[in-house]
């Protein structure tokens, strides 16, 4: 225990460990641990310094954050809740005091912000109420665990495998116990299990079979998680500076460079895995990063491209307005089936049946071009080919990933009933991202909606979508057709939100809005060509993006989309296309239309990125899930 940073107290009873735990202060973890335990130390490392439970527990052993400690207190029968509100925990080393609790390293996971204090019960000498079926009447912290659940409390118990964590009955079992403990490498049982189950195929077999070596030699030297996520980023930017280079050189470098930031990509999840150095911040930080890296890169090329004299801004802004898309897609479908209740649909059941056919689950995963195997592609091409072609292929093989990802999903919704649930549809409208026009619209066409047939939100959004993407794409510059269809596309967008998103394919809603607003600055962009627009369009894509993944990163964490003010003076995406439509037919032959993308993109940057960044830097919610898993469709 005192390896895994504890601190160490003796009680014998109950009521001794209630007083042992009510005078530790409220905002430390507390452990109670058999002091017959016999285990792997990564048993009790997983169990007890998880930052990510309130309670978790192995046999033998139970621990508790400040949030669960009341709870264990009325488990014990004592009247209090813990040490005084509020109050902080000692330094480690003085009575009382506590030890920042460990992963192999030595350092706190990230998300603790006090010590914690193991009480070490004496097994045999505890006074418990009679224990109801399943408890262990001379196991104190199997007994607890129990009584919490019976409470309501969610009592986290680690998946062991083949690791050993029991209390012994006697001599003869505690032997037992320690040969099964030494037949077990237990060093080897943590690599493995640094690294994620389900990835993709250049992951899986190209980069995590070392990459879990250098986690865990970063895990040794004290380096965080969030510290190999910057180093990942900061090589990232560089491979993007020498892609702006624009020479032969400078291309193969970032390629190299590129492949070395995906590296120290997968390192940081496993080092967090290793190490059990989770956080919300921590998350964020990954998620966002892998962002900006790839989309940053994309500039690279554009502008490594324009020093040699090819203009690519278009296929670069494409390539992020197509990938950003496909994370919505993924998101919205997610998000809409997060707990709906239904049977499986036929489909799901091919694809499962597929899975268990060995190489069709490779070729799958690798089929809808998760971020290995796309950062691979990128890396390669960039080395060996010009900007151009590395856009091309690329936009070739994400537009193809996103047909056959997308029509799984389709065929999933069309072919489950399933019932979806307010929480979803709420996840949807944030999704949406509807601004004050489209909000206002919605109210007033209400009543209409409730006469319309079930598709008829996603229908909406797709006429609304497509009407004023094709039409920024085929007006000339400077015509006014783009406002009136911008008009429009405020209108469906009120209409396809007027209701709430619960159809079996309103999931289609968010990405159709996202390709709209993305489509239409892109298109016009590109017709008007006035000089630096494209550029411009790409910042303020690259901003809108954000502020869109932050919604799911916040919604995914358990936080909820960001405050309704922010959303709202951002304009809603119905609001900026129509400005950005109507810059266009104003300023249509002179560089104002590339001042006011350049302007819009920079004010809602600021906006949504500082309110971001206070929010990921000061919440407490439930770390966000990664983006991309490489699932198939």
């Not at 502008?303 to 203009?311: T, V």
């Not at 309110?611 to 990921?616: D, K, P, Q, T």
Request: aromatic share 6%.
């Amino acid at each position: 225990m005192r390896a895994l940073g504890f601190q160490v107290v003796e009680a014998g009873t109950s009521d001794a460990v209630a007083d042992r735990i009510a005078g530790i202060p409220a905002g430390e973890r507390v452990a109670v641990v058999d002091r017959r335990f016999r285990g792997h130390r990564h048993a009790l490392r997983l169990a007890l310094t998880d930052p990510r439970f309130d309670a978790a527990a192995v046999t033998g052993a139970l621990t508790v954050r400040p949030a669960a400690r009341p709870a264990l207190l009325r488990a014990l029968g004592a009247p209090s809740a813990g040490g005084p509100a509020g109050s902080a925990p000692r330094p480690a080393g003085q009575p009382g005091g506590t030890v920042p609790a460990p992963g192999a390293t030595g350092t706190a996971p990230r998300t603790e912000t006090a010590g914690a204090v193991a009480v070490e019960a004496q097994a045999g000498a505890v006074s418990l109420p009679a224990p109801r079926r399943g408890d262990a009447p001379d196991v104190l912290p199997d007994a607890l665990a129990t009584r919490l659940e019976a409470q309501g409390e969610t009592v986290h118990r680690p998946e062991l495998g083949v690791l050993v964590a029991e209390v012994p009955a006697d001599g003869a079992a505690a032997e037992a116990a320690t040969v099964a403990i030494a037949a077990v490498d237990e060093e080897s049982v943590r690599l493995r299990s640094a690294v994620k189950s389900r990835d993709g195929f250049f992951t899986t077999h190209c980069i995590s079979p070392y990459s879990r070596y250098i986690a865990r030699w970063c895990a040794r030297r004290g380096l965080t998680p969030n510290q190999v996520t910057t180093a990942s980023l900061l090589v990232a930017l560089i491979a993007a500076s020498c892609a702006a280079t624009g020479t032969r050189g400078g291309f193969v470098a970032a390629g190299v460079l590129l492949i070395a930031s995906f590296v120290l990509d997968c390192t940081d999840g496993q080092l967090a895995r290793y190490s059990l150095q989770y956080s919300t911040l921590g998350a964020w930080l990954d998620a966002t990063f892998d962002r900006a890296k790839e989309y940053a890169y994309y500039a690279g090329l554009a502008l490594g491209a324009a020093r040699g004299g090819d203009d690519v801004w278009a296929l670069a802004l494409g390539a992020m307005v197509l990938q950003t898309c496909r994370h919505v897609v993924d998101f919205a479908f997610n998000e809409a089936n997060h707990d709906a209740t239904a049977n499986t649909s036929p489909t799901a059941a091919l694809s499962d049946k597929l899975d268990s056919v060995g190489w069709t689950v490779w070729a799958r995963r690798m089929i809808v071009l998760p971020i290995g195997e796309r950062w691979a592609l990128i890396a390669v091409l960039t080395a060996v080919s010009t900007p151009r072609i590395t856009l091309v292929v690329l936009l070739v093989g994400c537009a193809l990933a996103a047909c056959y990802t997308t029509a799984g999903r389709v065929l999933r919704s069309l072919t489950r009933r399933a019932t979806r649930t307010d929480r979803a549809a709420r996840a949807l409208a944030d999704l949406a991202d509807s601004g004050p026009l489209a909000l206002v619209l919605a109210a007033a066409l209400r009543p209409l909606a409730r006469r319309l047939p079930g598709f008829a939100a996603p229908a909406a959004a797709l006429v609304g979508a497509g009407a004023v993407t094709a039409t920024a794409a085929l007006a000339p510059a400077g015509s006014w057709y783009p406002v009136l269809a911008a008009v429009l596309y405020v209108v469906t967008s009120g209409l396809a939100v007027a209701l709430p998103l619960k159809g079996a394919l309103d999931w289609l809603v968010p990405p159709l809005l996202r390709a709209g607003e993305y489509g239409t600055a892109l298109a016009l962009a590109a017709v008007l060509g006035v000089n630096g627009a494209l550029p411009a369009a790409f910042c303020l894509v690259a901003a809108v993006a954000y502020h869109h993944y932050d919604t799911v990163y916040r919604i995914r964490g358990g936080a909820g989309a960001p405050p309704r003010a922010v959303v709202l003076a951002a304009g809603g995406h119905e609001g900026r296309t129509l400005v950005v439509a109507a810059a266009a037919a104003v300023a249509a032959h002179h560089t104002g239309f590339t001042a006011t993308l350049a302007v819009l993109a920079g004010a809602i940057a600021l906006l949504v990125v500082s309110e971001s960044i206070r929010f990921w830097v000061t919440s407490g919610t439930a770390a966000a899930v990664h983006d991309e898993s490489g699932e198939p469709a």
